[in-house]
């Protein structure tokens, strides 16, 4: 169920980056042991150190795991600018069976994919799979997922995952505030100083903001950030 209000936004400030790897890896242990459940991960530079960190330290599934992206570049799973591809340690760790690994097919043509993508959500979620953790980035121009501007957000409505243009110029399918609202816990995870005056904004739930207009919506939003982003 949706919430009446807004949610708080908690933030927990790290002291150093390796901490917040460290505890990320271990959150990302705790929801995969979860049974009938979920979790989707968020692609960009700053998961990554935590993806391996937690594939080291021999994190297991739980019958039944489920991985799902906040979105994805329309790329080969196999480029380097491919969420997809990031996770692979993560994913070898897990040993998931293939149909539970939920990544955007982007061997598909775009419009394809991200329809493609936006069935086999609302296929989890008609089987009463709970999404309990979401991973989200933050840019430094207040985007996250592939949402970035208001257009982006006018034309998720009614929908959980949608075709975008990014200003790199790049193609993504993305997941959308309705889809997000279905998430038990998003979490921000921010690192770099660049992020820092976005990050602000976001605590202070600003209205105009991109990543707050598209967790608006969710049950509970935590952000974890480096000395960088957000001094402790």
Do not use: C
Not at 185 to 206: H, M, Q, S, T, Y
Request: a positive charge; hydrophobic letters at 50%; glycine letters at 6%.
């Amino acid at each position: 169920m949706q919430p009446s209000v807004s949610p708080e936004i908690r933030v927990r400030r790290f002291a150093a980056r390796a901490d917040l790897d460290r505890a990320l890896a271990e959150r990302l242990a705790s929801a995969a042991t979860a049974t009938a459940s979920a979790i989707m991960l968020s692609g960009g530079t700053t998961p990554g150190p935590a993806f391996a960190l937690a594939a080291a330290r021999g994190v297991r599934a739980a019958p039944g795991l489920r991985v799902l992206y906040s979105d994805e570049r329309q790329v080969p799973s196999t480029s380097a600018a491919s969420n997809y591809h990031l996770s692979q340690p993560l994913l070898a760790a897990l040993a998931l069976p293939a149909q539970q690994v939920l990544r955007v097919r982007t061997e598909l043509p775009l419009a394809d994919a991200a329809q493609d993508y936006a069935e086999r959500l609302q296929g989890l979620l008609d089987g009463k799979v709970r999404i309990r953790l979401g991973l989200l980035g933050l840019g430094a121009d207040g985007h996250t997922a592939s949402l970035f501007t208001s257009a982006d957000l006018a034309a998720a409505r009614q929908h959980l995952a949608i075709s975008v243009q990014r200003p790199d110029g790049r193609s993504a399918v993305t997941v959308t505030p309705d889809f997000l609202a279905q998430v038990d816990e998003i979490l921000f995870v921010v690192a770099g100083a660049d992020k820092a005056p976005a990050l602000k904004r976001l605590n202070a739930r600003d209205p105009t903001l991109t990543a707050w207009r598209a967790v608006a919506r969710a049950a509970q939003v935590q952000v974890w950030a480096d000395p960088d982003a957000w001094p402790p």
